[in-house]
Every structure is written in structure tokens, then in C-alpha cells.
């Protein structure tokens, strides 16, 4: 149960810390290029290695998993308010009609998602595998036949010992 405890709360820590590079990469999306992304990233990912520090309440790996998780599902669906028109060219059908223009940018903006949105829907999604998880894990040992312990203490306690002269 300790691990459970500790994945969900890397699930949620690593999704909130997501949400805010996310947040913060699109208040400063005026930077050249890729600044803005990057520097969000980098400030929230030490963010996370400074929590880790703060003691064995979480698992610092599964924390970046959930991080990179939500922050790559933002990427996949446009950089919603970093991205003029969610990403897509011209965020319409007229666009996604035209060859030049046609599933540019999260296929032309189509599944172009509020950043607040893709934070739910990731972090939901990874504390929903983990319930799954103990729940797999409940149910194997429900189903899993038991050792006879009365024969196993026989047999040890029958063994003949080594000489120890």
C-alpha cells in the first residue's frame, strides 16, 4: 500500500508541476522560438528535484514520468495558448480543406485542448492506473493458491545441519 501512496502522490505532484510549465511557458510565450517551453520546463523540473529532497513521501521517478507525460499530451494536442490558434493553422475547417494547410499543427487545431483540460485529463488517467495497479495486484493474491507454511516449517526444521566444528 506504501507504494500506491507514494505513485499517486508523484502522479498528482508531477501533473501539477506540469500544469504550471504549462501555464507559465504560455504567460511568457512573447520569448523567441522555444524559450518560453523551455524555461518553464526547466524551472518545474527543479522544482521536482528540490520536493525530492523534502523526504521519502513520493517516488521522484514516477513523478517526471506523470510531468513529461502531461507536458508531451499538451505538446501532441497544439501548446494550447502558447501556440496562436491552439497551434493549428487557422484553427478552421477552410484550413484543414487546403493541401498547403491541411493537418499542420495538431492536425490543423482539431484536437487542439486547453492546457487545463490535457492536466486533467493525464493526471486522471494516471491515478486511474493506479488504482488498477492495486487492484491487479488485490486480486492475485485473493486468487493465488497459499503455501502449506505447516509442511514448510517441518521441512526446515527437519534438515539436517551443517557442523559448524
Known sequence: MGAFVKVVAASI?????????????SAVSDL????SIGLGVGLFAIVLVVISAAGDWHYVPATFGAFASVFF??????????????GGVGNSLAAL?????????AFGGVISTPFVFVWLNI???LLC???????????????????????EIDAVVDAPRASTS
Open 123 to 125: 493526471t486522471v488517467s
Open 129 to 151: 492506473g493506479c488504482l488498477l495497479g492495486l487492484l491487479s495486484v488485490k486480486l492475485t493474491g485473493m486468487i493465488t493458491p497459499k503455501a502449506d507454511t505447516a509442511a
Open 32 to 35: 523567441p522560438s522555444f524559450w
Open 73 to 86: 499530451w499538451w505538446t501532441a494536442t497544439g501548446l494550447d495558448y502558447w501556440a496562436p490558434d491552439g
Open 13 to 25: 505532484t508531477g501533473g501539477l508541476a506540469a500544469l504550471g510549465a504549462m501555464a507559465f511557458s
Open 97 to 105: 480543406g487546403d493541401p498547403a494547410t491541411a493537418g499542420a499543427g
